[in-house]
């Protein structure tokens, strides 16, 4: 009988931080496929993240994306998958990632998120606060929880290929690993 050990790579960490980006170059550099959890959804639901929030609510969309984020774990290895912004907040994705796969926080300055996510218009938590408080007090929240990744990227003073080489570089180094 052969087990084969090989984990998930798991992206994660705030919104706007480059998570489907460095996940689209890491897959091209690997051969593995990507999965954005967002997108997957959105697909699925066949509306946007910001109409779910709309239509359905917050609460709607997080139970949702608990869902399908733990299937998507459970059913894939040796695949590079993008969380949202605040899905490894949630116990059951936080246990599910820390159980499958080798996750990887990118951690980015702060000043360089609110720049990139003030410009979008898909954002709903932010289109609904529309602020750099609320971004700030996001981020502070939320940094003690992606902290508990396996990996913290620091992401400024590097490009993009810098960062996704390094955490190619850790991904080889651990995927075989109990």
């Given at each position: 009988?052969?087990?084969?050990?090989?984990?998930?790579?798991?992206?994660?960490?705030?919104?706007?931080?480059?998570?489907?980006?460095?996940?689209?170059?890491?897959?091209?550099?690997s051969?593995?496929?990507?999965?954005?959890?967002?997108?997957?959804?959105?697909?699925?639901?066949?509306?946007?993240?910001?109409?779910?929030?709309?239509?359905?609510?917050?609460?709607?969309?997080?139970?949702?994306?608990?869902?399908?984020?733990?299937?998507?774990?459970?059913?894939?290895?040796?695949?590079?998958?993008?969380?949202?912004?605040?899905?490894f907040?949630?116990?059951?994705?936080?246990?599910?990632?820390?159980?499958?796969?080798?996750?990887?926080?990118?951690?980015?300055?702060?000043?360089?998120?609110?720049?990139?996510?003030?410009?979008?218009?898909?954002?709903?938590?932010?289109?609904?606060?529309?602020?750099?408080?609320?971004?700030?007090?996001?981020?502070?929240?939320?940094?003690?929880?992606?902290?508990?990744?396996?990996?913290?990227?620091?992401?400024n003073?590097?490009?993009?290929?810098?960062?996704a080489?390094?955490?190619l570089?850790?991904?080889?180094?651990?995927?075989?690993?109990?």
């Open positions: 009988m052969v087990i084969y050990l090989t984990k998930n790579l798991v992206l994660l960490g705030m919104m706007g931080v480059g998570k489907t980006t460095i996940g689209k170059i890491l897959s091209k550099k051969g593995l496929k990507f999965i954005d959890v967002d997108k997957f959804i959105e697909k699925k639901e066949q509306i946007s993240i910001s109409n779910i929030f709309q239509s359905k609510g917050e609460i709607y969309f997080r139970r949702l994306e608990e869902i399908t984020t733990v299937e998507i774990l459970k059913k894939n290895f040796e695949k590079i998958i993008a969380l949202g912004g605040g899905a907040i949630n116990v059951k994705i936080r246990k599910a990632v820390l159980n499958k796969s080798i996750s990887f926080w990118l951690d980015e300055k702060l000043v360089k998120i609110e720049k990139r996510v003030s410009k979008s218009v898909r954002r709903p938590l932010i289109n609904n606060n529309n602020s750099q408080d609320y971004i700030t007090k996001l981020f502070n929240e939320r940094k003690k929880i992606y902290n508990l990744a396996n990996f913290k990227i620091k992401c003073k590097m490009t993009k290929i810098q960062i080489e390094k955490i570089n850790i991904y080889e180094k651990n995927k075989n690993s109990k």
